[in-house]
């Protein structure tokens, strides 16, 4: 059973992760600190409620990290805009999985930068181009050993397509983010030879709002995933309304047994847990 959550307030949407009963769980915009403490809390919550899932990952994101740059022209650097992802302080806002099973880092796309990126579409003469990384939080993949069997998860929380200017800075970084693990299952096919599971927070929706639309509808469409839960909506925000913006993207080759999107609950901020479950063949 395979989870996504977009964490806002995890603490307050324990109740729901312990209704899903993952195997596998996904959180984003969880903040990394030394020693995963806060992780381990969680996961100590989560066994008060008979929810043991005793495996850990998480690593320092690029979430405030600094660039040494002044990426938001105001005349100052050590911003949280002039992080290599927005962030008041180091490790803001990262990613962790937890899992009934064991966890290996299969490979780390985090520190892939614009410059390294040949179908990017952030403009090549950009200042922060060779410095600023693609990924605003973390790209890992991630390989889960189920007894002889092994399925690698290729995870992202991708930056809001809004918040810039008309440069369309943000959109245009978004769109490099959602379709980065496309590019590296097309460039380094060996490296994922066990089935894949694309999961995460593109924070853009395939048809509604703002961002480049096209992205995830690349995503949706790739020849090696299948989408189970097709435009049904996992956020719901006062100004926008409801768009669907996690996804849990199962390798074509793994047998979908259900998945749902789960009821709003509503001290857990406005992200829905998104949750599939496969078998391994």
């Known amino acids: 059973m395979l989870r996504e959550l977009v964490g806002d307030e995890p603490v307050a949407g324990i109740e729901t992760i312990v209704q899903a009963q993952p195997d596998i769980l996904h959180l984003t915009n969880i903040d990394f600190d030394a020693g995963l403490v ?25 979430t405030g990290m600094s660039t040494g740059l002044d990426i938001d022209g ?26 009934r099973f064991p966890l290996e880092l299969t490979a780390d796309k985090s520190d892939v930068t614009w410059s390294d990126l040949s179908h990017s579409l952030i403009a090549p003469d950009d200042p922060a181009g060779k410095v600023q990384r693609v990924s605003s939080s ?48 097309a460039q380094e096919p ?4 066990a089935p894949v599971v694309l999961i995460g927070n593109f924070n853009l ?30 956020v719901e925000w006062e100004r926008v309304g409801e768009m ?15 998945a749902k999107v789960m009821p709003l609950e509503p ?3 406005p992200h829905r ?6 078998t391994l063949n």
Do not use: C
Request: hydrophobic share 40%; no cysteine; proline share 7%.
């Open 190 to 193: 060996g490296l994922y030879k």
């Open 205 to 234: 929706d395939p048809i509604r709002g703002e961002g480049i639309h096209a992205a995830a509808k690349q995503v949706l469409s790739h020849p090696r995933l299948q989408d189970p839960l097709p435009d049904l909506p996992t």
């Open 273 to 278: 847990l998104v949750w599939v479950d496969v």
């Open 38 to 62: 806060t992780l381990k809390a969680l996961q100590m919550q989560l066994a008060d409620r008979g929810l043991s899932l005793d495996h850990s990952f998480a690593r320092k994101p690029n």
């Open 138 to 185: 973390a790209h890992w993949a991630v390989t889960v050993k189920v007894n002889e069997r092994a399925v690698t998860l290729l995870t992202l929380a991708a930056t809001p397509p809004v918040f810039d200017g008309p440069e369309d800075r943000n959109g245009r970084r978004n769109h490099d983010e959602v379709l980065l693990w496309t590019y590296s299952l």
């Open 74 to 99: 105001d005349g100052r650097r050590g911003g949280p805009r002039d992080a290599q992802g927005f962030g008041y302080f180091s490790g803001q806002g990262g990613q962790a999985l937890l899992s």
């Open 267 to 269: 001290t857990a901020g």
């Open 244 to 258: 669907r913006v996690s996804y849990v993207l199962p390798d074509k080759v793994l047998d979908v047994v259900d």
